[in-house]
């Protein structure tokens, strides 16, 4: 009797877990079997994102949709064990270039893994978290080297400098349409055990909250 009195905790528990990572706007969500589509709808050429390792380049070529400005842009995919879910910066001998200048984002795979996920749900996690680091991109792409150097030093002295640029790259992120992908990313943040508590809090202390982005959508979607 106990046993079952526990199963059924559990399940309950997993039907709440489950219920909190769908609460978000379903017609938003990026259905897994549309990709191909969405890629082709935005005449993606191959040679655009068929340089990202295999594992990643649906991701990265659904997110590169939302930010046409960096189509041509020369941004490379490296696994590494990071601190954080995935980190861009600008490559070493390219900061002196502001008109070529390459990027690289790391991906740390053990957190990018959510293969508790379902695939729809994982895919549009994953998609909200390399959007999030486009969105940075973005931000670079209209600083020059100077600028670049003093913000990397700022971001790394400043508390609040580095919660602003976070802020502010998420709103860009939310602003471009992927808004519903980082709610996702956000919940898989909070639920997963296997995430630090540390990087939890980090992200409750740099970032938008769920709260947060639900209004900004909110507002987005009045002055549609
Ligand atoms: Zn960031």
Redesign the pocket.
């Known amino acids: 009797m106990k046993r079952i009195g526990l199963i059924a905790g559990m399940c309950v528990l997993c039907l709440y877990v489950q219920a909190r990572v769908i609460k978000v706007d379903t017609s938003l969500i990026i259905k897994t079997k549309n990709v191909a589509e969405m890629i082709e709808s935005a005449e993606l050429a191959p040679e655009e994102y068929q340089h990202v390792i295999k594992k990643y380049r649906d991701i990265y070529a659904v997110a590169l949709t939302f930010y046409p400005e960096l189509r041509n842009k020369n941004i490379r995919i490296i696994e590494k064990s990071l601190s ?1 879910t ?3 910066r600008p490559t070493l001998f390219s900061l002196f270039s502001k008109s070529n200048r390459a990027y690289k984002i790391f991906i740390d795979t053990l957190k990018f893994n959510m293969d508790h996920y379902n695939n729809n749900i994982r895919f549009n996690a994953q998609t909200g978290a390399m959007g ?2 486009l ?2 991109i973005i931000d670079y792409e209209t600083k020059n080297n100077r600028q670049m150097i003093g913000m990397a030093l700022k971001y790394v002295f400043s508390t609040e400098y580095r919660r602003k ?2 802020r502010q ?2 709103s860009l992120a939310a602003a471009r349409g992927l808004g519903q992908q980082l709610l996702v990313f956000r919940q898989y943040i909070h639920e997963c055990p296997e995430i630090p508590v540390k990087y939890k809090k980090m992200k409750k202390k ?2 938008l909250s769920e709260r947060e982005l639900r209004k900004q959508l909110a507002e987005m979607k009045l002055n549609d």
Do not use: G, Q
Request: glycine share 0%; hydrophobic share 35%.
């Open positions: 954080s995935l980190r861009v999030h680091e969105a940075h640029v976070e790259t998420d740099f970032y």
